[in-house]
C-alpha cells in the first residue's frame, strides 16, 4: 500500500491520515476534496496533494471514503475502473445500503466497509486530529470472512489497528441493527425530548434544566445534514429500535403506576455501568 | 439570622454551610446528622458543632433540612415547636407533599420550601463545596408570594443570593410539574434506553456504544435509594410527563415512516441550544 487516495478530507478523512502519518505510513495520500479542503488539508499536513477520483482511480492502492453517505453512494459507481489488488473502504455510519452499492459497481479491486465510531463536534479538517480513533471501535463489514483475508484487506486492517483502534468485524446488515440501537435511537430519543418541551415548556424549561437535560439533549443539537443520510439509510432497524423503545418506556409508565420502579432502575444501572468497564 | 441548624450534613447541607461561611456568614452552624457525619462536616469546617433536632428547634434561627425526601416529610411533625421569627427550609427535588407536611405541623416558625438544581455525582459532606449552588437556580415555592416578604424569608434569600445561586420563586405544584418534565422524564427516558438495550443487544451493545450513548446512558446510573422518593412523591406529574413524551416519540416514529423529520431536527436543535444559551 503506496498510495492512499482520501476522498472526503474532513475530520474523518483529515484525522485517518494524519493517524496514519503518525503510524508511520510512509507513501504518498491524496486528498480528494473541493480546491479550498485540499488547501487546508496540505496545510494540516494531513495530505501530500490534491487529486482528482480518476486520478485516484488509476493511481491509488487504498481508496478511503469519507464523505457524506449520500456521496460515497454517488462516488461508488464512479470507482468500477478501480483496479485489480486496490482497496476501497468508507467510513460512513450506515453499511447495508452503500455495501450492496459497491457490491454492484466494484468489481475489479475490493469493496470492504468501514464505520469508526468517533467523532467530535468539531468537524473540518482543522478538527483532524490523529489520534481521534485511539481505543474506539473501527467496524469493518464484509459479507464474507474470507473478504478480510486478502493481502491487502489484511494490511488496511493492521493499519487500522496502528492507529490505535479496536477492529470489529460485523455484516454489513448487523451493523445496522446495531448501530440502530446504540447510536441511531438516542439520536431520536433526544431529539424528541427536546421537541416535547420545546412544546409543553419552551423558555420555562431553563430554569429547570440540571446536568441530567443537559446530557440528554446534547445529542438533540446534532446537524439535519448528517441525519438526514443516516435516517435515509437505515429507517427500517430504526423503527425497530424506536418500536422496542417505546414498548420499554410503556412497562416504565406501568411500572410508576403500580409502584414498581425498583427492577428496571437496578437493570438499567448495571447496564450503563457495564458501558464504561474497561 | 445568628445561628443555623443544618438537617443531613451531606453534599447538599454541607455545601450550604461551607457557602455561607464562604459568602461571610458569622454565626453558628450546627449539624444535625449521625455523630460520624457531624465529625466529617466538623473536619471539613463546614460546621461549629453537632446538634439534636431539638436542640434546633429550640435555638436554630433558621433550620435547613437537607435530608432525603422521605427523611424531612419525618422531620416536619417534629418542628412544630420551633419558634416564631424562625424560618424552616428545605432541599427536597419534590415539593408538593413536603409542602403540605409542613403547612399542617410549622404553625409557629415559617417554612418556605427550596429546591437548589445542584448536585454531582460523589456524595457526603466530604464532595461538598462552597460553589456548588453558584450559577445554579435555586427554587424556593412559597404558597402566596407574600411569604417572601418577612424579614426572616427576606434575609434567608438575600443569603441563597449570596451564595451565587439564581433564587427562582415558584409554586410548590408548579414546581413539580416543571421538574418532572425537566428532571424526572430525562431519568425515566435514560433508565428505559438502559433496560431496553440490555435486554435487546446485552453486552453486544458496548462495541457500538459511541459518545451519544454515553451521554443518554449516565442517568441510568443514578441510585434508586435517591429516585424511590422522588417518584413516590411525583407520580402524578411524572407520569404526566412520560405521556406526553411517548406521545412526541410517536410522532417521531410516525414521521420517520413518511420520511419528515427534518422538522423535529431542527426544532429540537434550537430548543436546545436555547437551554445553553447564557
Not at 484487506?153 to 477492529?167: D, L, P, Q, S
Not at 438516542?186 to 429547570?208: D, F, H, N, R, Y
Request: charged share 25%; hydrophobic share 45%.
Amino acid at each position: 500500500m503506496r498510495t492512499v487516495a482520501i476522498a472526503g478530507v474532513g475530520l474523518i478523512g483529515g484525522s485517518f491520515a494524519l493517524a496514519l502519518r503518525e503510524a508511520g505510513f510512509a507513501g504518498e495520500i491524496w486528498g480528494v476534496s473541493s480546491p479550498r479542503t485540499v488547501e487546508a488539508a496540505v496545510r494540516r499536513g494531513a495530505v501530500d496533494r490534491g487529486a482528482t477520483l480518476e486520478e485516484a482511480v488509476e493511481g491509488a492502492d487504498l481508496i478511503y471514503l469519507a464523505q457524506p453517505i449520500s456521496k460515497i453512494l454517488e462516488a461508488i459507481p464512479k470507482l468500477a475502473g478501480a483496479r485489480e489488488g486496490a482497496l476501497v473502504t468508507d467510513a460512513g455510519s450506515t453499511k447495508g445500503r452503500i455495501c450492496r452499492a459497491a457490491r454492484e459497481h466494484i468489481r475489479r479491486a475490493q469493496f470492504l466497509g468501514g464505520h469508526p465510531m468517533a467523532g467530535k463536534e468539531a468537524r473540518g479538517v482543522e478538527a483532524a486530529e490523529a489520534g481521534l480513533f485511539r481505543g474506539r471501535t473501527y467496524f469493518v463489514t464484509p459479507r464474507e470472512v474470507s473478504e478480510l483475508e486478502t493481502p491487502v484487506a489484511r494490511e488496511f486492517v493492521e493499519w487500522v489497528r496502528k492507529i490505535g483502534a479496536n477492529v470489529v468485524p460485523i455484516a454489513p446488515g448487523a451493523h445496522d441493527h446495531l448501530v440502530a440501537r446504540t447510536s441511531h435511537l438516542p439520536q431520536m430519543i433526544s431529539t424528541a425530548l427536546a421537541v416535547a418541551l420545546s412544546e409543553s415548556l419552551g423558555g420555562a424549561a431553563k430554569a429547570g434544566a440540571g446536568p441530567g437535560l443537559m446530557d440528554m439533549s446534547r445529542l438533540a443539537m446534532s446537524a439535519w445534514e448528517i441525519w438526514a443520510d443516516i435516517v435515509e439509510t437505515n429507517s427500517g432497524e430504526i423503527g425497530g429500535a424506536l418500536d422496542m423503545y417505546m414498548k420499554a418506556l410503556e412497562e416504565v409508565r406501568e411500572r410508576l403506576r403500580t409502584g414498581n420502579l425498583r427492577d428496571p432502575f437496578e437493570i438499567g444501572a448495571i447496564f450503563a455501568k457495564s458501558l464504561r468497564d474497561k
